[in-house]
């Protein structure tokens, strides 16, 4: 079985023109048939930049695609009647069975929150565990939020985690996953895998890792996104097994 992964952070859907213009990022995601998707910097409810958008929903509509959404920030002072917020989302082809939300608490008092969304998605073959995140912008920070990634994740699971590391792939963040899982750009990227910024890459900060269970076929940044958003989306198409089925009761939460 041949999944279809991209992992985008989206800037709100702001692009480096300053235009925000969230039907170019759909459009950016149709183009590449990802049947998984992870985003980072996603508004809900949440800003005039936005325009007061629910964007988690207009995307899963626009796409046809599932989703669940994990904020790092919670309040909204745009539209504070709303239960709005700031973070992460998961779109998928398949089925998102289970979610939880895990707040990731960084090493200064007063940083940005941030949140891991851990999710299930049924396959049809099987259940994959896949989380997205982004990490915080002190090294320090990034080295304990990791910590509660890697002990939010159940072990020898199908597994997919992706998202904005903000750290290069020789930091201590990125060294751990390492540790743990595949990093698909270094199993099959060509070059050196910048994805930030789009209108000057330099930097290569965003990852798919991957568990054993998948072979990577292709890795690359999507760099036809252009001005989109101030990221590159990284994709990557990967083989997988059939999956045993999970013995893990399972609750529903995902949205059509």
Not at 40 to 57: A, T, Y
Not at 87 to 116: A, D, Y
Request: net charge neutral.
């Amino acid at each position: 079985m041949i999944v279809n992964v991209l992992t985008y952070n989206i800037h709100s859907g702001i692009g480096t023109d300053g235009q925000f213009n969230l039907e170019r990022i759909g459009e950016v995601i149709r183009s590449s048939n990802a049947d998984i998707v992870g985003l980072n910097e996603v508004d809900c409810l949440f800003h005039k930049r936005s325009k007061g958008m629910d964007e988690p929903l207009w995307l899963s509509n626009y796409l046809q695609m599932h989703y669940t959404f994990a904020p790092g920030i919670r309040n909204s002072s745009f539209l504070p009647w709303k239960k709005g917020g700031f973070g992460n989302v998961l779109l998928s082809k398949f089925p998102i069975v289970s979610m939880e939300t895990i707040p990731l608490i960084g090493w200064m008092e007063r940083e940005e929150p941030r949140s891991l969304l851990k999710a299930c998605i049924d396959t049809g073959t099987g259940i994959l565990q896949v989380a997205v995140t982004h990490l915080g912008l002190n090294e320090k920070s990034r080295k304990i939020q990791m910590d509660k990634v890697l002990a939010s994740l159940q072990p020898n699971r199908p597994t997919i985690v992706m998202g904005d590391w903000n750290a290069k792939p020789d930091e201590i963040s990125s060294l751990m996953m390492n540790s743990i899982y595949k990093d698909v750009w270094k199993c099959k990227g060509i070059g050196e895998g910048y994805t930030f910024s789009s209108d000057n890459p330099k930097a290569r900060i965003d990852y798919i890792y991957v568990s054993s269970h998948f072979c990577v076929e292709e890795a690359r940044v999507v760099t036809e996104a252009g001005e989109a958003s101030d990221h590159f989306p990284l994709y990557c198409a990967m083989n997988i097994a059939e999956i045993k089925p999970s013995a893990i009761r399972i609750q529903i939460r995902s949205r059509p």
